[in-house]
């Protein structure tokens, strides 16, 4: 795939919006939060666009990279993302988790499990990337491949690019994994910290995210052979 990696602009918000709806429906934790999205596909389209337009605000951005893999149209205008990753960048100001009930009068969602999804995700910030950490951390907020693309290597190239930033500034990366990203994470030498559960009082139906966390000063080269990452590199702290 000729690709190219590059900050995202307001000009790939539809792009974008379209990896989220596409990829994140293979997320479990996606179709908990969003059970109604294929009966009502134009609130879920325009809420998860809300969202990313939020991300990519020019106010907001001082604290967040946001980068998207492209690749050439076919009719020769310009390019497509076709994958895209958030950064939270917490040591340049103030990040915060974006809520997906802002967008109002959606149809697609279950409130209640934003709700719950929500407090289980501040909670386990707090203690387990919060605490130890501080504003002193590299965290990724959302990861996707437009399915199509999937398994060029896109999520491996976006994560080693957060990884070299992460090295550069000595910061460990914090993330929430889902599990189709346990082994590409897993690979690049994350560790799991816990499994934490999703589950509104008096129901049966529950959704599991796991919390993952990478200390960049242990990853070794030989280690960043292993993801394939071009030509042999030196870091050095
Ligand atoms: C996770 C994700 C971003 C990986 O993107 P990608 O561009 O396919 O990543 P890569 O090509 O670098 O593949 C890396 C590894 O991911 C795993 N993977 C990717 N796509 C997969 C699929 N469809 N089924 C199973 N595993 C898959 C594989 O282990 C793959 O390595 P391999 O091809 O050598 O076996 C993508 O699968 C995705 O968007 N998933 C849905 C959203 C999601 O779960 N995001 C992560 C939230 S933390």
Not at 41 to 62: A, Q, T
Not at 130 to 135: A, K, S
């Amino acid at each position: 795939m000729a690709d190219t990696l590059r900050d995202a602009t307001i000009a790939d918000l539809d792009d974008m919006t379209e990896i989220m709806c596409s990829a994140m429906p293979m997320d479990p934790a996606w179709n908990y939060r969003f059970p109604r999205r294929k009966e009502f596909p134009e609130d879920h389209w325009r809420c998860v666009r809300e969202d990313i337009e939020k991300i990519l605000d020019p106010g907001s951005r001082s604290h967040r990279s946001v980068k998207v893999i492209t690749i050439p149209r076919t009719n020769g205008k310009g390019d497509r993302a076709v994958a895209l990753a958030v950064w939270e960048l917490p040591f340049l100001g103030h990040s915060e988790i974006s809520s997906n009930n802002d967008c109002t009068t959606r149809r697609d969602a279950d409130l209640a499990h934003i709700a719950a999804f929500r407090s289980v995700l501040v909670a386990s910030v707090n203690k387990y990337f919060d605490t130890p950490y501080g504003d002193s951390q590299v965290q990724l907020y959302h990861l996707a491949t437009h399915p199509d693309y999937q398994r060029h290597g896109a999520g491996t190239r976006l994560l080693n690019w957060g990884l070299e930033l992460a090295m550069r500034e000595k910061k460990p990366i914090t993330l929430f994994g889902s599990p189709m990203g346990t082994k590409l994470y897993t690979e690049l030498g994350f560790r799991l910290l816990d499994y934490v559960t999703v589950q509104v009082d008096g129901e049966e139906e529950k959704n599991r995210i796991l919390i993952s966390e990478f200390f960049t000063a242990k990853v070794t080269n030989s280690l960043l052979k292993i993801v394939g990452c071009p030509g042999p590199r030196v870091f050095k702290y």
